[in-house]
T-cell receptor, first 114, second 114 residues
């Protein structure tokens, strides 16, 4: 399938290097944040989440950092691999939401050079 | 594979027509979500159902409607289609539909309106 968002910001990294993908969010009431990875022709895939009472959370090769003061979220990928090539989206939501309505950022395309 | 299935994979139709997109959630998930992904609007939340009841609503057009059936599958109906409705439509599901419930996305339906 074709990629959506042909004019996304792109981050190009060498295989084995660390990647940092940034996201600014706008709703100061947001208290739960998620990173999704979308490969070409597929749906978004959950990577890692973080609640607003934390400023850092680590997963397998990934770390999410949250700075509520400046409303900024980042995703760090250690030892980036070719399989990490995809579009990465941050998403936000808030606890007084009647349901679970995610608001997605515009996405960043990560390209890993072998 | 997220466990969420969507049919059809591709749909090509003409302006003014009506189509139905189908989603089966992961086994055990009670909540279903619909999102639209277009080049100019990115990933946008449309609507959420929980156990057959509407739970949250986004900027879903009046020409669009959805429902969740007793067997928990969901359908998104798009009518009076316009060229601008061409997009990827994703269904996601989660266990209960709360704010911190992980949403698992299906592979999407690509709708092309000619």
């Amino acid at each position: 399938g074709e990629s959506v968002g042909l004019h996304l910001p792109t981050l190009s990294v060498q295989e084995g290097d660390n990647s940092i993908i940034n996201c600014a969010y706008s709703n100061s009431a947001s208290d739960y944040f998620i990173w999704y990875k979308q490969e070409s022709g597929k749906g978004p895939q959950f990577i890692i989440d973080i609640r607003s009472n934390m400023d850092k959370r680590q997963g397998q090769r990934v770390t999410v950092l949250l700075n509520k003061t400046v409303k900024h979220l980042s995703l760090q990928i250690a030892a980036t691999q070719p399989g990490d090539s995809a579009v990465y989206f941050c998403a936000e939501t808030y606890s007084n939401n009647a349901g679970n309505m995610l608001t997605f950022g515009g996405g960043t395309r990560l390209m890993v050079k072998p | 594979d997220s466990g969420v299935t969507q049919t059809p994979k591709h749909l090509i139709t003409a302006t003014g027509q009506r189509v139905t997109l189908r989603c089966s959630p992961r086994s055990g998930d009670l909540s279903v979500y619909w999102y639209q992904q277009s080049l100019d609007q990115g990933l946008q939340f449309l609507i959420q159902y929980y156990n057959g009841e509407e739970r949250a609503k986004g900027n879903i057009l009046e020409r669009f409607s959805a429902q969740q059936f007793p067997d928990l599958h969901s359908e998104l109906n798009l009518s009076s289609l316009e060229l601008g409705d061409s997009a990827l439509y994703f269904c996601a599901s989660s266990v209960f539909g709360g704010v911190t419930d992980t949403q698992y996305f299906g592979p999407g339906t690509r709708l092309t309106v000619l």
